[in-house]
T-cell receptor, first 111, second 122 residues
Framework: DAGITQSPRYKITETGRQVTLMCHQT?????MFWYRQDLGHGLRLIYY???????DKGEVPDGYVVSRSKTENFPLTLESATRSQTSVYFC??????????FGPGTRLTVT | AQSVTQLGSHVSVSEGALVLLRCNYS??????LFWYVQYPNQGLQLLLK??????LVKGINGFEAEFKKSETSFHLTKPSAHMSDAAEYFC????????????????????FGKGTLLTVNP
């Protein structure tokens, strides 16, 4: 089925380790987004991408790296995970100018 | 920058009662406004949106919202709550993304409120 998927759905990692969260969409949407969701903060934008090889920072980019070599994929990497990065991460994509479609999320725990 | 305030982090209603979830926004330009719903352990699903035109917007599952420019509000309502409406609801306002690189066209990022958890009691 067409849609947006994220993997893994659950991840436990240790402080200092590198971890990559994957996001894949089948709509050929040009825009993709990464958010983190934390209690009391709602959703906050980490990074977004307008097209392959075009990315920019959102509200909370520190400690994260993104890449987008192909339109359909938008991985998010935590280069050296910290406990403050324990969160639920959502990927979204947008084809139209304003409507975003969300993946199911990845629950990340950093111990 | 745009901002969104959702009044009440938790709203509890009885089954069959009116649902009213409040959202106020600040925007320097005419906004696009959205309500999303999130069921437990799932991603966000678009409930309804206001872009232009009619200020009363109907969405899925019997929800509707009214854009009131003078009040900078976009409250979500449903006449009769159902147990299946129990979820977290997020209001969001669009914010134009500056064009980056050689990307064609413009797009918007969303600024979300902190969410309102709706509980429906039998």
């Amino acid at each position: 089925d067409a849609g947006i998927t994220q993997s893994p759905r659950y991840k436990i990692t240790e402080t200092g380790r590198q971890v990559t969260l994957m996001c894949h969409q089948t709509w050929s949407h040009s825009y993709m987004f990464w958010y983190r969701q934390d209690l009391g903060h709602g959703l906050r934008l980490i990074y977004y991408s307008a097209a392959a090889d075009i990315t920019d920072k959102g509200e909370v980019p520190d400690g994260y790296v993104v890449s987008r070599s192909k339109t359909e994929n938008f991985p998010l990497t935590l280069e050296s995970a910290t406990r403050s990065q324990t969160s639920v991460y959502f990927c979204a994509s947008s084809g139209r100018a304003y409507e975003q479609y969300f993946g199911p999320g990845t629950r990340l725990t950093v111990t | 920058a745009q901002s969104v305030t959702q009044l009440g982090s938790h709203v509890s209603v009885s089954e069959g009662a009116l649902v009213l979830l409040r959202c106020n926004y600040s925007s320097s330009v005419p906004p696009y406004l959205f309500w999303y719903v999130q069921y437990p352990n799932q991603g966000l699903q678009l409930l309804l949106k206001y872009t232009t035109g009619a200020t009363l917007v109907k969405g899925i599952n019997g929800f509707e919202a009214e854009f009131k420019k003078s009040e900078t509000s976009f409250h979500l309502t449903k006449p009769s709550a159902h147990m299946s409406d129990a979820a977290e609801y997020f209001c969001a306002v669009s914010d134009l993304i500056p064009r980056i690189g050689n990307s064609g066209g413009s797009n918007y990022k969303l600024t979300f409120g902190k969410g309102t958890l709706l509980t429906v009691n039998p």
